[in-house]
């Protein structure tokens, strides 16, 4: 085993990245890059965390700083959920931890929003605490170089992997232990054509000796995504717009949109145009134009949406769903980047 680590270590120091959160002990700056690179690339998660850190810096300006201001930096990162957690589980550090980050794994692990792999990656990293990390990258490596055939997934597969990932801990270097495999997996033992012929560890991966790299790491079967079909209204009024606040437990919950119409079937576009926008009660609208379908994916959905752009003489009747704003003001509400999209199909909207 002790080879094994020597090889991996000797990897790292020659092909790791250089980045920000490598060159710090800061539980807080440690804590908002895991979480940012879940679901994320390192290439897109790198710009967020520079400027998510350069405008909360420590726990108490994040936990201090408005819900909008904070989804709107994460804007296009997606998974929304990981943005409200950082932003509740700041104030809680800020006012049961007196804005000093916890520094036991036990209680990191207690945080909103964090489990056993972020709590164990900041536990190691900021404080030298023995906890092995198990991202998808260090699955996928594990999987492959002991051969490994319980189910990723599962949770007697979750159990074995961290029986081996405790069996191989370095206790004397926690934090650069677990750095190496994540970069080990994440660069060398990809997920798609790994180097298997420059890999240092070839020689003795069970994977390799057989041909079988593709078939590791073991998943259960994925589950059937869901269509949706969504249509929203760019209601335009003498330079004015109207958005909502999605508030319901669903997808971008906090974030904001156009006044939308979903229905359980796709539409054609004589149909799209029979609509009535949901925020008028009967007042009368000029149809500017009407986009063409864009697909958006999501990690359990797809979404099919439409841009209907149409303007209005009067200011309709508002309710508490609905508000009007100078399309100017825009950029300072977090949207969804389908919203986006959808607005650059139209030259009156620029974000």
């Not at 930096?73 to 916890?102: D, E, M």
């Not at 041909?211 to 269509?227: C, D, G, I, L, S």
């Amino acid at each position: 085993m002790a080879d094994f680590l020597h090889l991996i270590y000797q990897w790292y120091n020659v092909n790791r990245r250089e980045l920000p959160w490598r060159k710090t002990t800061d539980p807080y700056k440690i804590w908002i890059s895991e979480i940012i690179l879940q679901q994320t690339r390192v290439e897109q998660g790198l710009e967020y965390y520079l400027k998510f850190t350069e405008r909360f810096p420590d726990c108490n300006t994040l936990a201090s700083a408005n819900e909008d201001l904070v989804l709107k930096l994460w804007q296009g990162l997606g998974y929304y959920s990981r943005a409200r957690n950082l932003h509740a589980t700041a104030k809680i550090i800020s006012n049961n931890y007196n804005g000093v980050f916890p520094q036991t794994y036990s209680e990191i692990l207690s945080l909103k929003g964090i489990g056993p792999y972020t709590a164990a990656a900041v536990a190691s990293i900021a404080f030298g605490l023995p906890y092995p990390v198990l991202d998808g990258n260090v699955y996928r490596f594990l999987s492959r170089y002991f051969g490994i055939k319980a189910r990723v997934d599962s949770a007697a597969g979750k159990k074995e992997f961290l029986k081996v990932a405790c069996e191989i801990m370095n206790p004397v270097k926690p934090g650069f232990h677990n750095q190496a495999l994540m970069e080990f997996g994440a660069l060398q033992c990809t997920p798609q054509a790994p180097d298997c012929e420059n890999c240092p560890l070839s020689a003795s991966c069970y994977a390799f000796s057989r041909k079988a790299t593709e078939q590791f790491p073991v998943k259960t079967k994925k589950t059937v995504k869901r269509n949706r079909y969504f249509y929203f209204y760019l209601i335009e009024n003498n330079n004015s717009i109207w958005l909502e606040k999605r508030t319901r437990k669903d997808i971008w919950k906090n974030l904001y949109q156009f006044p939308v119409i979903e229905t359980p079937n796709e539409l054609n576009t004589q149909e799209v145009a029979g609509l009535h926008p949901p925020v008028l009660n009967g007042e009368r609208y000029t149809l500017i134009s009407i986009s063409s379908p864009h697909k958006h994916v999501l990690s359990h959905q797809n979404l099919f949406a439409r841009l209907i752009h149409i303007r209005v003489e009067d200011s309709p009747f508002l309710n508490e769903h609905y508000f009007k704003i100078k399309k100017k003001n825009i950029h300072k509400y977090p949207v969804p980047r389908l919203i986006e999209k959808l607005a650059e199909t139209s030259n009156f909207l620029k974000f």
